[in-house]
């Protein structure tokens, strides 16, 4: 019964109420020396993407070039500032979400959507791989309409590659974005400070376009349940 729940969105009013204080975040990126949370550069643009355990999303995005900070947090739900042990309850709907701030003059969009289909298998609903629960579940947040066009004509694109494939529907949603809730600070950039930490990352191996952007994890860091 419990592992069924965790499958299914919590109703807003069964949500837990969590709390008004943001959690602390760490002045610094650990990789890229850039700060997590704002004022970011003038020029730079947000993308945010759930595809999975945050930890390995993460890594992914922070070893894209034109990317300036990554940080992971909770959104898509109904409770203010979760804790992960909230959020892996089920009972706050959000989904584990990674923030990709970057530089659109050395990176477009459309990289960074190519990283995200790449990475992870779009049509497992609320699961990947081992890993079940809301949490885990595919998402876009989009903050523009540019990148809301751009993410459903990518998805289309995508779409046909995985049918032909013989996959089902990709299940990803994609909204406008919702706010961001920080993770907390041991999340933050995990798997630089735990180098052979859990990895849930693993794509269907289809590319979007004409090229790989390589979705497993490295050698040695493999899936554990």
């Not at 610094?28 to 643009?45: I, K, N, S, Y």
């Not at 947000?46 to 959104?75: H, K, M, N, P, S």
């Amino acid at each position: 019964m419990f592992g069924f729940a965790k499958t299914q969105m919590v109703a807003p009013e069964k949500a837990l109420p969590g709390r008004d204080e943001p959690m602390p975040v760490p002045s610094r990126h650990e990789v890229l020396g850039t700060p997590l949370t704002p004022p970011f550069p003038e020029h730079a643009e947000v993308a945010d993407f759930a595809l999975g355990c945050f930890w390995g999303a993460e890594r992914r995005f922070w070893q894209t070039e034109g990317v300036i900070t990554t940080a992971v947090g909770y959104q898509g739900g109904h409770t203010p500032n979760p804790t992960y042990e909230e959020v892996c309850s089920g009972h706050t709907g959000h989904t584990e979400a990674v923030r990709v701030v970057y530089d659109p003059a050395k990176v477009g969009y459309e990289t960074l959507l190519k990283v995200f289909w790449e990475s992870h298998d779009p049509t497992q609903g609320m699961r990947q791989g081992n890993d079940v629960g809301t949490q885990y579940r595919s998402a876009i947040f989009t903050h523009s309409e540019a990148q809301r066009a751009q993410a459903e004509a990518s998805r289309a694109a995508y779409q046909q590659t995985l049918t032909a494939a013989g996959y089902p529907e990709i299940t990803t949603e994609i909204t406008e974005a919702p706010p961001f809730y920080y993770a907390e600070p041991y999340h933050q950039q995990y798997l630089h400070k735990v180098p052979n930490g859990y990895c849930g990352l693993g794509g269907t191996g289809l590319p979007l376009g004409d090229q790989s952007s390589g979705a497993s994890c490295p050698t040695g860091i493999a899936p554990v349940e």
